[in-house]
């Protein structure tokens, strides 16, 4: 097994409630994550608040696949949520959001991600995680900062 981590900060001018709910619902997100292409609202697993399957459309050269993962929301405070998404083999992505008001009006969201997959599958996976979350943050931003409108059915292909 290989493990490693990356983090990125987002600045939104929303309410702290409105980041924490949406930064806990995972079929929101997963509606401006650049890979997804279905969503499906599990039973909830025994230690998660919330679960979702994701499908995401992913490439590796000439050859195009799907992926599905369970993505659960473990904990929610009032500026805090934890969640983990496994996949098969043994690959485990989990995702620690903090969150804080600032006095002008815009929130702080610093997402610390840690990435653990077998060796042969991590430099591939690690690349798409990284990928998926940059465009992740980009999307978090627009829909907190209500400039949404409607989002496109048609996803970026992964590089």
Known sequence: MRCGSFHYDIQARCQLEEAVALMSDVPRLAAVHPLAVEVRELEPSPDALRSTAITSRLALGPLRFRITYQADVLSVTNDEVVTVARQRPATTLRNHTRLRQDGDGMVHIRV????????LLFPYGFRQAQYAHRGLARGIKTVLEGRAGHVAERQPAAP
């Not at 610390?112 to 060796?119: A, V």
């Open 112 to 119: 610390e991600i840690t990435f653990e997959s077998p060796y």
